[in-house]
């Protein structure tokens, strides 16, 4: 290959890059440089930098495509320029393809690749087209009238020719298997029927004795000649190909192929010096025969006319297909796969000829056949389904495993002979993350349904997206109706909404971004205020808030415990107190009954004894009066049941003696 680029850097660069490829790499430094070194030699590929001092790519390029002799290398231009005139230019120059700068080596070598194997596949599509030409022409040679003796001159001669020897000869054995007859040489159109002695030839009886084609590449030192070395001249051939001429599995000569240089017969040539001796031996014994040989010509024609028509419908596809991401099989609609893309070979295991001699069928699981099958019906109806999940039966070192494809087909190549191209993603991992999600997520919507709490979720701009049945209890509204229609801020009462989106952004209740335990109201369908207790907290989605996400925990049960745990706490606090108040009134009613009752004595005393009537009996019955009191009020502190109280001085409150000492009715009742 050869690299043409005045940038020292990007031409080192180049050349690394192939290197490492194992590509073979010659450098040229100019447009001169470069043309000078294709007058000299052949190239298998041309990476041509466009931009150049005179010289440049453009020149070189146009005088490479006007040279017959190099006129049909590849051409891949490197170009810094962007401008669809300059890569217009550059194509209708010549160029095969094109790299813009700055390139990765790994799209350049990919395109190189291509156009190497693209040249690869048209030089054997020539070989095999030249070699069907020579068929032809030899066949129809050797069926006409013309003087055979002429017509073996012309095959020998042609096929040395074709398969690049120095000599090709057809040698003749009869009943006697000691003596041949060269009967036509490329060399020497004069000879005929020239005796020899196949004792001298032991490549000859070789061949006649095995019936198989016989390559030497170095007869000076093939053992088979160990005993008539002595006797070869020293100028003889080196290299020899000598294939039998066989008819009805009887040797009737060989086909003798000559070339002083040491060296291997190529397979291609091999091929049609086989093809011609059995042409030949047909042609002088059975004309019949020849008919079938004229059909297989005939075949032959048309395999290449149908592989060269197939070639041009890819040709164009070809560097898309090599560096598509998923795999690429094109078939024909009875299903047999006529190309395959290296993702292709990757995803399914397989070789590129062990596709090619498959159909689709034999890589999908039996179970997923069906599918396939129909498919291939929608094919013929003009309908080509796509993203069709189908399971392979991938082939590995280790075992077989099966892997989800997603199949898509086209019929962008449905005009060029009825192919059908069909893409190929794995996306075993895909649908195992997929079926991972579903299950999380069904999860997920379980856990929240069967929350006792209210779950409600809406987007940045208040639109209510989850609602849960808990949600529904609390407020009122089917989740049908709420979700997409209905904002956040309907849920709570007026201005509530903001105060609430203010306190989860503060760092008071929580830290930013979150509300932790807020008590508010919650406004019903019914329009009732509920008391709830919240907490909430901004979803966010790469450091941006997203949306928001609320708990609300129904306070109305929680609030009418409490208050009847409050009321009855108040009524044993009050029975607790008027049982203090009627142990104190018995305490208090016993320890002044003695003091009182011995006041009452000593007053009665004091009145009997008295001898001044008029003043102590005044003072013993004022003391007597007021110790009755005393004792009373004793007997009704005796008798306090419950605590009741009546004004006293200024707001100040005493208990009321009386109505504490009053039997309870509720009392009497129960």
């Not at 010549?94 to 190189?112: C, N, S, T, Y």
């Not at 379980?446 to 701009?461: G, K």
């Not at 009053?662 to 009392?667: G, M, Q, S, T, V």
Request: include cysteine; aromatic fraction near 4%.
């Amino acid at each position: 290959m050869l690299v043409v680029d005045d940038d020292a850097v990007s031409r080192h660069v180049l050349t690394q890059a192939l290197a490492g490829a194992g590509i073979p790499v010659a450098t040229a430094a100019s447009g001169t440089e470069a043309l000078a070194w294709l007058a000299e030699r052949d190239a298998s590929l041309v990476l041509l930098d466009l931009v150049m001092p005179p010289p440049d790519g453009f020149e070189v390029l146009r005088h490479l495509r006007e040279d017959t002799r190099i006129g049909d290398v590849p051409v891949v231009v490197l170009t810094a320029l962007d401008t669809d005139d300059d890569i217009t230019r550059a194509f209708d120059a010549g160029a095969d393809d094109f790299v813009r700068k700055p390139f990765r080596p790994a799209e350049l070598l990919a395109r190189i690749r291509g156009q190497l194997r693209m040249r690869e596949y048209v030089d054997a599509l020539w070989r095999r087209e030249r070699d069907a030409r020579v068929v032809l022409e030899l066949t129809q040679a050797l069926s006409s009238t013309l003087d055979f003796r002429d017509i073996l001159f012309t095959v020998v001669r042609r096929i040395a020719e074709v398969a690049r020897v120095d000599r090709c000869s057809i040698v003749l054995v009869g009943d006697n298997v000691d003596t041949g007859y060269v009967v036509a040489a490329s060399d020497d159109r004069d000879l005929r029927d020239l005796p020899i002695v196949l004792n001298k030839y032991p490549e000859i009886r070789r061949t006649l004795e095995t019936g198989e084609v016989l390559a030497i590449e170095d007869a000076a030192t093939h053992p088979l000649f160990e005993v008539v070395r002595a006797d070869l001249p020293q100028n003889s051939f080196r290299s020899l190909a000598l294939v039998p001429i066989v008819y009805d599995d009887k040797p009737m000569g060989v086909l003798f192929l000559r070339a002083r240089q040491p060296g291997t017969m190529r397979d291609h040539e091999l091929s049609l010096a086989r093809t011609v001796a059995n042409a030949t031996a047909i042609a002088l014994r059975n004309a019949k025969i020849l008919q079938s040989l004229r059909d297989q010509t005939q075949e032959i024609n048309v395999a290449r006319f149908e592989a060269e028509r197939r070639l041009a419908a890819l040709e164009r596809y070809a560097d898309f297909f090599h560096s598509a991401a998923d795999g690429i099989v094109v078939v024909d609609v009875d299903g047999r796969i006529l190309f395959s893309n290296p993702r292709a070979r990757e995803i399914t295991g397989l070789t590129e000829e062990q596709l090619a001699a498959s159909r689709l069928a034999d890589v999908v699981d039996p179970k997923d056949l069906p599918t396939l099958n129909r498919i291939r019906r929608s094919f013929k109806r003009n309908v080509f389904p796509s993203m069709v999940d189908i399971t392979i039966r991938r082939s590995s070192e280790i075992a077989c495993e099966r892997r989800i494809i997603s199949v898509s087909s086209s019929s962008v190549l449905r005009e060029d002979g009825g192919a059908i191209l069909v893409s190929l993603r794995d996306v075993t991992d895909d649908r195992a993350t997929a079926a991972e999600l579903k299950k999380t997520k069904e999860f997920l919507e379980r856990v929240i349904e069967s929350s006792v709490d209210a779950i409600i979720s809406a987007d940045n701009e208040g639109v209510i997206r989850l609602f849960n049945r808990a949600a529904e209890r609390i407020y009122g509204y089917r989740a049908s109706v709420v979700i997409g229609t209905m904002n956040v801020r309907d849920l709570y009462a007026p201005n509530r909404a903001s105060q609430i989106m203010r306190l989860i952004k503060s760092p008071e209740h929580g830290g930013p971004g979150r509300l932790e335990g807020y008590r508010t109201d919650a406004l019903a369908k019914d329009g009732t205020l509920i008391p709830v207790l919240l907490s909430a907290a901004l979803i966010v989605e790469d450091d941006r808030p997203v949306g928001s996400v609320g708990l609300f925990t129904d306070l109305r049960e929680r609030l009418r415990m409490e208050a009847k745990l409050t009321k009855a706490q108040d009524e044993l606090r009050a029975r607790e107190k008027q049982a203090l108040i009627a142990e104190l009134a018995g305490a208090a009613a016993h320890e002044l009954n003695q003091p009182l009752t011995s006041v009452l004595g000593y007053a009665e005393l004091i009145n009997r004894r008295a001898e001044d009537p008029a003043s102590v009996r005044s003072a013993a019955a004022t003391i007597l009066g007021e110790a009755e009191r005393m004792a009373e009020i004793v007997r009704k502190i005796g008798k306090i049941t419950r605590y009741e109280t009546k004004a006293y001085v200024g707001a100040a409150k005493i208990i009321d003696l009386d109505r504490s000492s009053e039997e309870d009715p509720n009392r009497a009742l129960g």
